[in-house]
């Protein structure tokens, strides 16, 4: 794996330490997270993040445990660090940082004072909610270390204020039981109970959220560190609290050494392979409704059935997981209705309002057929998806519907917005794309060809899956072309100035990455075209992948910030998607283009926002600062997958 390290610069680059964040997992859904400094900038940060009945229904927990070193002199000195509501970083500590470093995936800070040197390492135990925090005395001493545990219990979207009741917090031996939904176990607890008042969060500000929060100051832990490698340990675990979980060393330990496996399980070729295997893990959940399923991104995003498609291939077949891979796909099998694959998103409702989940879905088994030679789940599932085919053609929700006359899909209304550009501002989706969009007749054309391969391994006749195919492939290559240069983004698009089935129709010849996926699936319907992708490769391209338009269309949108309505409005109008690189290099390869020097700037991200992992998306004017979740699963699953696949 990539060291990622941040020497004693780190001291006075507090803007370097504040914006990158690290992220452990505990394959439930619910995590720990903050930054390199340990400055809290979003709601999200903590220690102990709980997932509930979904991953997207997490509460946070335990939020910090706050060092302070009580040195022989009698002085102490503070290593926490929250920002007030003034705006000012409380003075106790972070500038002490001397080090950090992921090791084998665990965080681990160094602090220097004098002589003295001490480490904190953390973990969550895999397959429960439990974080481990282990301070290990490296040189000097003795010293008495305390730990002051803020805490709340609250949805992580959200905030808790003083001005409702305060946490219950249960005394306990050794420790405490906040809410009665999670407990504290460490040495020489002292309850405390008052508030901290106005913690503020930056990032959420920044985001133009409401960025303050109060914070209940439950107890303080506190230990003797007299030599080199005496520790004091803090666990903090949720449901069943009458299971006490291992010894926190011994957590930092079993992490530590699943870690290594996941790595090792993967093969891979070099150091940023391994990252990014270990990076993908984090997103692989199993959870009380699913054996495994997949979190779109962190710290907010819950299961969504369209990210994971696209991720498929990447989180789980780049990285040797095709038995845990093989449930997955049978348990969404399991959810279509109507030939849709259900949606199951951050409501927690399972809703059906995709037009290319399914097509992915369709791409996944394909793919996990041809790369494992796995014909039994091919042959089990073969029922279902010939009945997609048959849902599609038939006509299902949302207009979504193959017309006779060209054998494209057409799909949605007015009021909805099916495909991955589904960003809504008060209610109205920005980029609607009714119509015939290039990438859902792309991944038509090809779940056609790949259904009617698997059709024909299990020995039945695939001569309609075919018929249809060339029929699709034919308009396709008649109709997409666009005078400009490029394909068209979407065909058959009701003209602004009528209502939906009126007499006026356009096509649309937006520039943007859509229409990738027209040369770079592996039933593309085009050849590759080495002028046209340069072109579009030049207008859209940025270190970090694609941008979602031209920057020359007049609804370009260059950065990627303020509000939610000014976010969602900028989504897909300019905002960078890194998980685009995927469909660009494939098709780049396909066209002898070279993209090797391509690869230089999303490695180089690895170390810069989300420590080993990549955001969700990034602004499309330069310098691309990074924006949205800085641990995005598809991100992470389609660098892996084209730098594994690469030539």
């Known amino acids: 794996m990539i060291d990622i390290r941040f020497g004693p610069q780190v001291c006075t680059e507090l803007t370097s330490a504040a914006t990158r964040e690290w992220l452990v997992c505990d394959g439930v859904g619910g995590y720990a997270m903050g930054t390199v400094s340990g400055l809290r900038t979003r709601r999200y940060h903590g220690l102990l993040v709980v997932a509930g009945d979904t991953p997207a ?6 939020v910090s445990l706050d060092p302070a070193v009580l040195l022989p002199s009698g002085a102490q000195v503070r290593l926490g660090a929250h920002e ?81 009741p305060a946490p219950t917090v249960e005394q306990v031996a050794g420790g405490a039981v906040v809410e009665g939904a999670f407990r504290l176990s460490g040495p020489g607890w002292t309850p405390q109970g008052q508030w901290w008042l106005g913690v503020h969060h930056r990032e959420e500000a920044a985001r133009g959220l409401h960025p303050q929060e109060d914070l209940w100051y439950a107890g303080r832990f506190s230990g003797a560190l007299e030599r080199p490698g005496d520790t004091v340990s803090v666990l903090a675990w949720a449901a069943p609290l009458e299971v006490e979980p291992p010894p926190a060393t ?56 369209r990210d994971t498609m696209i991720s498929y291939e990447g989180l789980f077949l780049s990285t040797n997981r095709a038995e845990l891979g093989r449930e997955l796909l049978r348990s969404y099998a399991a959810t279509l209705s109507e030939g849709m694959l259900a949606n199951t998103a951050d409501t927690g409702r399972v809703e059906y309002n995709t037009v290319d989940a399914t097509l992915w879905f369709l791409h996944a088994v394909s793919r996990h057929v041809t ?58 989706p920005v980029t609607p794309r009714t119509g015939k969009p290039v990438e859902v007749n792309a991944l038509w054309i090809n779940g056609l060809a790949g259904l009617a391969e698997l059709t024909e391994l299990a020995g039945a006749d695939a001569g309609e899956l075919w018929r249809l195919h060339r029929q699709a492939t034919a308009s396709f290559r008649e109709r997409y072309p666009a005078p400009a240069g490029w394909l068209h983004d979407v065909l058959d698009a009701p003209a602004p100035a009528y209502p939906l089935g009126g007499a006026a129709y356009h096509d649309d010849d937006s520039l943007r990455p859509n229409q990738l996926l027209a040369w770079s699936l592996p039933y593309a319907p085009l050849e590759p075209d080495e002028a046209t992708l340069r072109r579009i490769g030049g207008a859209l391209l940025t270190p970090l992948g694609p941008r979602s338009l031209s920057p ?31 469909p660009y290099v494939d098709a780049a390869r396909r066209a002898k283009i070279p993209v090797d020097e391509l690869f230089v700037g999303l490695e180089a991200h690895l170390t810069e926002y989300g420590l080993g992992s990549v955001s969700e998306t990034a602004d499309g004017l330069p310098p691309h600062g990074a924006t949205g979740c800085p641990f995005q699963a598809w991100s992470v699953a389609e660098l892996l997958r084209v730098r594994r696949t690469g030539p």
């Open 57 to 62: 229904s997490r509460r946070v927990g335990l």
């Open 84 to 164: 007030w509501a003034s705006g000012n970083v409380d003075p106790r500590g972070f500038e002490l940082l001397e080090q950090f470093r992921l090791v084998d995936g665990v965080p681990r800070w160094r602090w220097r004072i004098g002589d003295v040197v001490i480490e904190r390492e953390l973990a969550m135990l895999p397959g429960r909610s439990c974080v481990a925090v282990v301070h290990r005395l490296v040189s000097g001493g003795p010293v008495r270390l305390d730990l002051s545990a803020a805490c709340t219990w609250r949805d992580a979207h959200g905030e808790r204020r003083a001005d409702g």
């Open 250 to 305: 011994e957590v930092i330990e079993v992490a530590r050494r699943r870690n290594r496996q996941v790595v090792a399980q993967a093969k891979p070729a070099d150091d940023v392979e391994a990252t990014l295997a270990l990076a993908a893990d984090a997103f692989v959940v199993r959870t009380a409704d699913a054996p495994v399923d997949v979190v779109a991104g962190y710290p907010w995003f819950g299961a969504w059935s």
């Open 371 to 428: 790369v494992t030679g796995d014909t039994d789940l091919g042959d089990e599932l073969l029922p279902a998806l010939h009945a997609v085919i048959d849902a599609h053609r038939a006509g299902t929700r949302y207009g979504i519907a193959v017309d006779p006359a060209d054998g494209l899909l057409t799909q949605g209304t007015e009021e909805t917005a099916l495909t991955w550009m589904d960003a809504r501002v008060h209610g109205v």
């Open 552 to 582: 020359d269309a007049p609804e370009f949108v260059g950065r990627h910030r303020g509000g939610p309505a000014a976010r969602d409005g900028g989504y897909h109008q300019g905002t960078v998607w890194p998980w685009l690189f995927g």
